[in-house]
């Protein structure tokens, strides 16, 4: 039966498949790149411009990656509504905004980066009210734990 705790551990597996695969992906960008730029026709001129995109945005990614498997860590030992998931929020927010600003900042010779920035800046955006409803989870939290 499948149940939350399959769910968080099942979002874990998939989160350290996730870092593996970012991994591997930034060591064959160097290859995968000029395959991509060739295989669509684009001008071969913009192949040192999307490697740099990509590995500017390789450390926030990881390092999103990372917070979101302390987060899962944090909430399958049952600590949900504390000041280092917040934190931990906080942070994913700050990193989707930046690579937003990297990706935007990438549209003006990519128009599809653009896109991608808008989607990032939507889910940082997501992730802020998550944090925010978090925080006011910990007050009330408190309040209730001095209220018994």
């Given at each position: 039966m499948w149940n939350p705790s399959k769910s968080v551990r099942l979002s874990s597996i998939c989160t350290k498949i996730a870092i593996v695969l970012v991994i591997c992906a930034a060591f064959a960008m160097p290859n995968l790149i000029p395959t991509y730029v060739n295989y669509t026709g684009k001008n071969p001129e913009i192949i040192h411009s999307l490697l740099l995109t990509v590995y500017a945005c390789v450390l926030?990614?990881?390092?999103?990656?990372?917070?979101?498997?302390?987060?899962?860590?944090?909430?399958?030992?049952?600590?949900?509504?504390?000041?280092?998931?917040?934190?931990?929020?906080?942070?994913?927010?700050?990193?989707?905004?930046v690579v937003s600003a990297i990706l935007f900042i990438s549209g003006f010779y990519y128009i599809l980066f653009v896109i991608i920035a808008v989607c990032a800046a939507f889910l940082g955006l997501i992730l802020r009210v998550i944090k925010n409803v978090f925080e006011q989870a910990i007050v009330i939290k408190r309040e209730n734990d001095f209220t018994i």
């Open positions: 926030p990614g990881m390092l999103s990656l990372i917070c979101l498997g302390r987060l899962l860590s944090n909430i399958r030992r049952e600590e949900v509504f504390v000041e280092k998931n917040v934190k931990l929020l906080r942070a994913l927010s700050w990193c989707s905004f």
